[in-house]
């Protein structure tokens, strides 16, 4: 099984491109959290007041958050929900009642001061708090644990629980673009987007990034996350921000959006996953969220407006995937995805996994072999342009392009809302199209792609509900035959590798029995029903073609179905 | 109107022809105009003659042969050179724009790119990814993002005289939209609104299919309620097509869909509409087209069609009879009766 390893990791742990945390961005902006706070309220109020221009249009709008939020606590509480938040609200709302009897003269300063108590209160819960000590605590603290639980599992001899042969640089994979990531980091802030599969990914990123030598980014993470104490705890020291997905109205969103473009415009690194939930499906993600994803291009403008003739801090979109072997959600992913898909309504979000299966999770995972990997993607300017590593634009011809140029109208920079919601659906295609090219495709990934295709060719009449439906006894494919599929359909990724459309991992390379054993070996390997097996008769055979369909997603997109 | 300020930049017209002249007249209303030829004696000949192909230029247009000139001049540029040329204009230019240039271009036609050494008909299959609109050409050929095109029953002879027409400014911005409008609108012409660029520049290609056929009837003899048969099938057919090649069903509905059909399919003056006619007359393809001055791009599109149809599984009656008459022999009768014959009878079934 040697052939199999992975290519060892030559990369040697990164020095940090900034000496101590006190240079940190993010840092820097908790230190001064209070100011910050109210810097972005006063402009996410400003901006409230330019989209809601009349008196009226603003009082609806006011109406209209403290109804919703009247709903949501009736409807849909949470933990990390603050205790006063229904007498908050029931109070706004009085107030609200109580201007209807008011002369306009009266009730303006009123109405200002509701709103500016509702965007206030959006800020500080948006705001995170970064922590050098609690940073450095969690990160000793992981590492140390993750090292010991490696050695212990992987060396068996005595002694091996306190010895560092393996670390987790062995476990998690960083490959692609590391050092472009670093140098951009020195040049100018960067905006990290990376795929979102699984709860875990957010801490996944946190190491990578510190493991990368760079400097802790703020997130924008599910306030869900935050139910669940040990994420809390993490998320917390990490400079996380909080956004809730249930707050729709007008002021929480344009709250967030101000938080990150002004966070952004100080020079904080920023990650955030532009899918917006976990993939459902187990497919790339193709949808991006525009929100958050304008507030990259709207600082970068806001930074041109603000330093006319100046070199200007640039900022880089740098997408990233993370490629799973077994993603611990997946069953009830996918069981969302069906049920949306199926029967076309809404389902709302639950979290099964606490604190405890999230342990016992990761012990599963550093004392078998999953092994994950990170393919950092090359750096992007705001349009989606790639960029060298100076930091320079380029265009298709290597050319360098000047990207306040995109701003300019009539040779000035211009405010132009509806030309950044196209520069914003512009950039997330591309995006898309670069998640698909720095995805790495693992030997688990292909053979449940194969496994799956076949069984659907083999009953061509029936959609994939039925599909699902069918018993699992029914299901089972000739190991040579399986073989020989394989080896096409990988024969092909080695083609769309060439052309720069894929990447794959170095183990696909091997024997076609090797690469086929520890796919299926691999692929979902914790389930409880595993997606794949063999039977006695050296057969392909599943116990659960549900999780079996979501994995095979993963390779979905790139036309490989006709080689099946 | 007045020219409402000469300290704005000037704007710049590439090409030369008919209609890029005649936009360049209208658009002098407004600015001052650069417009750029290929022939450098073209260019000597309308300076000092102030003419070209018979129309007057106006006294704010400076014709040029320098497109680097061009390009640092104007930041809005008006590109209306024949869709074969397209993407060697669009190579030339492109080192010297910016991502600040905006440019609008009226050119009905689609640019392919195949490999060495295929013809369209020797290839498998023709897909989107072959076949690209004009601003998809600009946008891969160049920086530039803020596209936007022109299209809609503009014939240029009428447009010269200043008869009532009407264009579309089709773009995903806005500004570029409101920036056409400002800069062609005047009490003759009037200017829409639509945010579907592809969709409008389909159907700006596809009717010049249905011209062809449309001459085709006229050659033949037939009168009014077989053109009205011809427009309101090949308006179907448009939508099928466009919608196979990623338009939008609201564009074919339009100026630059229905507008345009009707238009050219009553035109004589098209180029599109003569060679339908003097096929119907029994002349040969090549005999026709070697006596044109300018390029019919409906026989192109005729090939482009057919193919895209073969492989995105549309029902195209008429393009795929209408290729049969232009490149196989088939005379213009043999085609219209297999076309009257055809069993289905469903007039509208997409809304």
């Not at chain 1, 200002?112 to 605590?137: Q, T, W």
């Not at chain 1, 090219?437 to 029936?462: D, G, T």
């Not at chain 2, 998809?136 to 160049?142: A, D, L, N, Y």
């Not at chain 2, 809609?152 to 806005?174: C, D, I, M, W, Y």
Request: with cysteine.
């Amino acid at each position: 099984m040697e052939i199999l390893e992975e290519k060892k990791n030559k990369n040697r742990p990164y020095k940090p491109i900034l000496d101590g945390i006190p240079d940190w961005p993010v840092y820097r902006l908790s230190k001064n959290r209070k100011e910050f706070v109210e810097e972005v309220a006063q402009k996410t109020i400003e901006r409230i007041k330019q989209l809601r221009p009349t008196r009226k249009q603003l009082i609806d709008e006011l109406e209209a958050t403290a109804y919703r939020e009247q709903n949501r606590i009736k409807r849909n509480r949470w933990r990390v929900d603050p205790k006063d938040d229904s007498r908050f609200w029931s109070q706004v709302k009085n107030e609200l009642v109580e201007l209807s009897a008011k002369t306009p003269e009266e009730s303006k300063p009123i109405e200002e001061e509701i709103l500016h108590k509702i965007v206030l209160r959006y800020v500080n819960e948006i705001a995170g708090s970064f922590k050098p000590n609690s940073y450095r605590v969690t990160r000793e603290v992981v590492k140390f644990w993750f090292q010991r639980l490696l050695n212990g599992a992987r060396v068996k001899k005595f002694g091996a629980f306190f010895r560092s042969q393996y670390t987790l640089r062995d476990k998690i994979q960083i490959v692609g673009k590391v050092k472009m990531l670093r140098k951009l980091a020195t040049q100018g802030t960067v905006v990290m987007v990376p795929t979102h599969f699984s709860n875990l990914d957010s801490i996944l990123i946190g190491w990578v990034i510190h493991s990368c030598g760079l400097p802790a980014f703020i997130y924008g993470a599910g306030l869900n996350l935050f139910n669940i104490k040990i994420f809390a705890y993490f998320m917390n020291s990490l400079g996380a921000y909080k956004v809730d997905r249930r707050k729709k109205n007008l002021p929480y969103l344009e709250a967030l959006k101000m938080y990150s473009n002004q966070a952004i415009q100080k020079g904080a690194h920023s990650l955030f996953f532009p899918g917006g939930t976990r993939s459902r499906s187990g497919l790339l993600e193709k949808q991006l969220k525009l929100g958050l994803l304008s507030t990259a291009i709207e600082a970068q403008r806001n930074l041109y407006q603000e330093n006319p003739g100046e070199k200007v801090r640039k900022i880089f979109i740098v997408p990233v995937t993370l490629n799973y072997n077994f993603v611990l959600e997946a069953p009830d992913l996918v069981e969302d995805y069906l049920h949306v898909k199926g029967k076309d309504k809404y389902f709302p979000e639950q979290d099964k996994y606490g604190s405890v299966q999230l342990l016992r999770f990761l012990f599963k995972f550093f004392t078998k072999g999953s092994n994950i990997s990170v393919s950092i993607g090359p750096g992007l300017d705001v349009i989606g342009n790639y960029v060298d590593e100076e930091g320079n634009s380029l265009d298709s011809h290597g050319r360098i392009i000047d990207t306040r140029d995109y701003f300019v109208s009539n040779s000035s920079i211009t405010d132009d809302k509806q030309r950044e919601d196209e520069y914003t659906r512009m950039l997330s295609q591309r995006i898309v199209s670069e998640y698909h090219r720095i995805n790495r495709v693992f030997s688990s990934h292909l053979a449940a792609f194969v496994a799956f295709e076949m069984w659907q060719k083999k009953f061509p009449k029936l959609d994939l509900f039925s599909l699902l439906r069918l018993p699992e006894e029914d299901l089972e494919i000739e190991y040579a035959e399986f073989r020989e599929t394989f080896k096409r359909v990988r024969k092909k990724i080695y083609e769309l590798k060439d052309d720069g459309k894929v990447y794959h991992a170095t183990h696909l390379k091997g024997k076609v029995d090797g690469v086929i054993k520890l796919g299926i070996e691999n692929v979902g390997i914790f389930h409880l029903n595993r997606p794949l097996l063999l039977n006695k008769k050296g057969n392909i055979i599943t116990k659960d073609l549900t999780v079996l369909f979501y994995y095979h997603n993963r390779l979905v997109g790139y036309d490989l179905e006709q080689y099946i | 109107m007045t020219s409402n300020s000469t300290s704005e930049k000037p704007v710049g017209v590439i090409g030369a022809g008919n209609f890029g002249t005649v936009i360049a007249n209208i658009l002098a209303l407004q600015r001052k105009v650069l417009l750029y030829a290929r022939n450098e004696q073209a260019v000597t000949h309308m300076r000092e003659a102030k003419e070209n192909r018979g129309y007057p230029l106006h006294q704010n247009i400076e014709p040029t042969h320098d497109l680097a000139y061009l390009a640092s001049q104007c930041d809005v540029i008006f590109p209306m050179v024949p869709s074969a040329h397209f993407r060697a204009m669009m190579k030339q230019l492109s080192p010297y724009l910016h991502p600040y240039h905006i440019l609008i271009h009226g050119t009905k036609g689609f640019d392919i790119t195949l490999p060495a050494g295929e013809t369209i008909e020797s290839i498998p299959k023709l897909t989107r990814t072959q076949v690209k609109t004009m601003s998809e050409v600009i946008q891969e050929e160049s920086v530039v993002v803020r596209v936007g095109c022109l299209a809609g029953p503009n014939l240029a002879k009428e447009l010269a005289q200043r008869q009532p027409g009407a264009t579309v400014v089709a773009s995903h911005f806005n500004e570029v939209i409101q920036l056409g409008k400002r800069l062609l609108r005047n009490d003759r012409f009037q200017v829409y609104e639509n945010n579907d660029i592809v969709g409008v520049e389909i159907a700006g290609v596809l009717k010049n299919i249905i011209a062809i056929a449309s001459g085709a009837l006229s050659g033949l003899g037939y009168g009014e309620n077989a053109k009205g048969l011809l427009i309101s099938r090949g308006a179907v057919e448009m939508v099928y097509l466009g919608r196979a090649l990623g338009g939008d069903l609201k564009a074919f509905l339009g100026v630059a869909g229905i507008g345009d059909l009707v238009t050219t399919c009553n035109s004589p003056m098209s180029r599109n509409f003569t060679v339908g006619y003097r096929l119907a007359k029994g002349e040969k393809l090549a005999a026709i087209l070697s006596d044109m001055a300018e390029v019919a791009e409906g026989i192109n599109t005729v090939r482009i069609a057919k193919k895209c149809a073969d492989h995105y599984k549309v029902r195209a009656l008429i393009t795929d009879r209408l290729y049969k008459v232009l490149f196989e022999g088939m005379t213009v009768e043999v085609a219209l009766d297999f076309l009257m014959r055809y069993p289905l009878n469903v007039d509208i079934d997409f809304i």
